[in-house]
């Protein structure tokens, strides 16, 4: 992707490709970023009269001011001058100049490092379920290595924490290596008699 793509995830509003292929408008990065400093609050910063604080979320506010920081210092060094508006604007402004090959390829790594920095702080990835007691039908093994770790895990979480549609879940082996997906992994769960099984029948999973 290129600094363009990277930019406009970073200020505009955007489409992105859930795990089963479909897209969905997502808001721009910075704009949720700069949300999470204040969570719950959509106002302007100081609470009511007389109320309590509003709460900082202390690394949203700190990695804000790292990417504006580093975007301003940026723009001097290509420029021997300050910007003076926001920081939306300045993305916008590297996006759209002429930049030498050597700043364009810096300002391309570094944004999709700010995108990687706000997804993982919002979003954290939930861990793969750990399918714990169920032998690997393609080696046979339920743990392996010296820390004898669970063989299958079960990967059923979106980018936000939230539960895919079964024909998206995937289930991989530790071990072997081996992986199954998609209609698949409904198969297996209900072989491997798994209380997986009930979600892929229409239970809920807890």
Known sequence: MTLTDHVHQLVRDHLKL?????????PALLAELR???TPGHAGSAGGSVGGPPIPINPNALDLLAEIEAEARRCYYEITERGWQTTLED?????AEKNLSPEWDAYLTHVSLGWIDQITA????EKPRRKLVGKTCPSCGQSVHGEERKTT???GCWD??????????WDI???ACDAGWSGEQVAYLLRALDTPGSRVAEGAEVM
């Open 172 to 174: 991989e082996c530790g």
């Open 35 to 37: 949300a999470a400093v």
């Open 90 to 94: 300045l993305l916008r402004a590297f």
């Open 121 to 124: 702080l919002l979003w954290p």
């Open 18 to 26: 859930d795990r089963d292929g479909k897209p969905h408008a997502v």
């Open 152 to 154: 299958l895990t079960l």
């Open 159 to 168: 980018d936000q924490g939230n539960m895919r549609p079964i024909g998206t």
